[in-house]
């Protein structure tokens, strides 16, 4: 019996891509499609793991009752056009070329490339300790990057497109502004390839951060209790984050798996409540309008920023 | 790849950018040598040179075997894919998958020679009774090429995707795989005349020879190889893990 994902995916290679990538005079991309379709098959089964698991916490001990739904429908939207298409996208294919294009060159130039167990000996023959240790760098990067987000105006006014939800969900993770996207994946890869992720492994990393912040948003009343708080985010850690007072410069909780970030550099609240979520400053386009509308308000919202910077200079 | 003098069995780790040269007996790995992207291999007949495409940074590699030694870089455009020598070891044959093209490289004066438009994503290069034969994976034919011009003189058609070819170990048979149609096609080597067309789906790959005349072909999208008996049409399959691509056998049936 081989590996089903594999199969599924060589499935859809085999009956869907290549006819498709022939037809359309496409084919010297048919072996990246096979990768993105192996890790198309990873995101789906990743969604449906999330679906499986955060739908009984949502509807346990939901946070909030909404009667009409829809802006939660364009989170769901949101997260199948991320998981099945584009993160593997990015995550898979284009990391997969930059990272054999860089190492080749410094392969070239007789060097060896970067790679975690090069910096810490003691961690070679220990993947899985290893696989922990990349995701507690990335981790600790991205809760960097987040923290930026909110300070810089122009780049909070993309970011604001995640924190204009008030309906927020386990969808709405990957709620994000396509560009917001775009630099976070070059944050994120630009260091995975510096501590030397292999390429195979990058894609796996992303979902299973992805799978605990897509948990970190449910509306559910759960939280870990005061040790396992400050172990993993919580719904109720990551809710705090979102709060409609905490918008902007004001947000606390930036860490996306671990709080120790927030703990370590003072950005950490612990506080019991469930409070309301959203971004009061921003268009109700961005709340409750469609995908397209969404992204257009946050590109509104960029270039006013962007002026005002430029006015401000 | 078995090296010259078949002490080593050659396998390209592109994403490593590594060769791994392993003992062809065992498996055993003899040593690991830092090498730029190495997606296809091969050394000239003479022995003197090893040839590597690097498919994502665009470049065909000559090294010098003995000490693995880059003695020359050709930039191409783009994607270097297979590889193939003329008998005296003078040319290699590069299909460049992203430009529809296939490049001639003098190797006595380690210049290139001609690029020419052969058909939509060549793969597999061949020589083969003086002329050089391109399977077009955008295409349902097999190119043929005039070594010297590089001008396309026919073309044969065998199937969707045609992919790879490969010579039968007593040179009378030439094998194609289409990777889109899912076959395997038979042809006379000597006048190139298509035969038989197998069945053989998941996307057929690398073939080689067995001493009792079946073919193992690796088939890509479905973790498996299949053991071909080309007189019945029949075929086995042996399960073999995640995308399976280069094949080689040992022992394998012998060149008269």
Request: neutral net charge; contains cysteine.
């Amino acid at each position: 019996m081989g590996d089903p994902f594999d199969l599924i995916a060589g499935w859809i290679h085999e009956t869907v891509l290549i006819p498709l990538l022939y037809t359309l005079g496409l084919m010297r991309w048919e072996e990246l499609a096979g990768g993105w379709a192996l890790f198309a098959v990873y995101g789906a089964v990743q969604v449906m793991l999330t679906l499986a698991i955060c739908l009984p916490l949502e509807r346990w001990r939901p946070v909030e009752q909404w009667p009409d739904k829809t802006a939660v429908g364009v989170d769901i939207f949101y997260t199948v056009l991320s998981r099945v298409g584009v993160l593997p996208l990015v995550t898979f294919v284009l990391f997969y070329q930059v990272q054999v294009a860089l190492n080749g060159w410094i392969v070239d130039r007789g060097w060896i490339p970067p790679t975690l167990e090069r910096f810490i000996p003691a961690l070679t023959g220990h993947s899985l300790l290893t696989f922990a240790l990349y995701a507690v760098i990335l981790d600790c990067a991205d809760y960097w990057r987040h923290r930026v987000s909110h300070r810089v105006r122009w780049w909070w006014a993309l970011h604001s497109v995640h924190h204009a939800q008030r309906q927020m969900t386990f969808w709405s993770d990957d709620r994000n502004h396509l560009l917001d996207d775009l630099i976070a994946f070059l944050w994120f890869g630009a260091v995975a390839l510096l501590i030397g992720v292999p390429p195979l492994q990058f894609p796996i990393l992303v979902l299973v951060l992805r799978f605990v912040e897509s948990l970190s948003h449910a509306n559910a009343r759960v939280s870990f209790g005061s040790i396992g708080e400050r172990l993993l985010v919580s719904p109720r850690f990551h809710r705090a984050h979102h709060g409609v007072r905490a918008h902007g410069r004001r947000s606390v909780n930036y860490g996306a798996v671990l709080p120790w970030w927030d703990m370590l550099f003072g950005t950490a609240d612990f506080s019991r409540d469930y409070v309301p979520t959203g971004d009061p400053t921003g268009d109700e386009a961005l709340a409750t309008g469609s995908w397209l509308a969404q992204q257009r308000s946050g590109l509104r919202r960029l270039w006013r920023a962007l002026v005002s910077d430029h006015r401000a200079a | 790849m078995l090296s010259p003098d078949g002490k080593s069995l050659l396998v390209g780790d592109t994403a490593g950018n590594q060769m791994l040269f392993l003992d062809p007996a065992t498996g055993a790995v003899q040593r690991e040598v830092a090498v730029s992207d190495p997606y296809q291999l091969g050394f000239s007949p003479d022995g003197k040179f090893l040839v590597v495409n690097g498919l994502a940074r665009n470049q065909v590699d000559v090294y010098d075997p003995a000490t693995m030694t880059l003695i020359k870089r050709f930039a191409v455009a783009s994607m270097p894919s297979h590889l193939a020598f003329s008998p005296d070891s003078h040319t290699v044959f590069v299909s460049l998958q992203g430009s529809d093209r296939l490049a001639a490289f003098d190797l006595t004066a380690m210049a290139p020679l001609w690029t020419q438009p052969v058909g939509p994503t060549p793969a597999g290069v061949l020589w083969l009774n003086g002329k050089v034969l391109v399977a077009d994976m955008g295409a349902d034919y097999v190119a043929v090429v005039d070594p010297a011009s590089g001008q396309v003189t026919g073309r044969i058609v065998t199937g969707k995707g045609a992919h790879n070819l490969f010579l039968s170990p007593d040179k009378k048979v030439l094998w194609v795989n289409n990777r889109v149609s899912g076959t395997t096609t038979a042809l006379d080597a000597a006048t190139l005349k298509v035969g038989r067309s197998y069945n053989i789906p998941g996307g057929p790959d690398d073939i080689d020879f067995a001493p009792d005349g079946s073919l193992w072909i690796t088939r890509r999208f479905v973790e498996k190889v299949a053991i071909l008996h080309p007189e019945t049409g029949d075929f086995e399959t042996i399960d073999v893990g995640r995308s399976p691509h280069g094949l080689w056998l040992n022992p394998k049936a012998a060149s008269p």
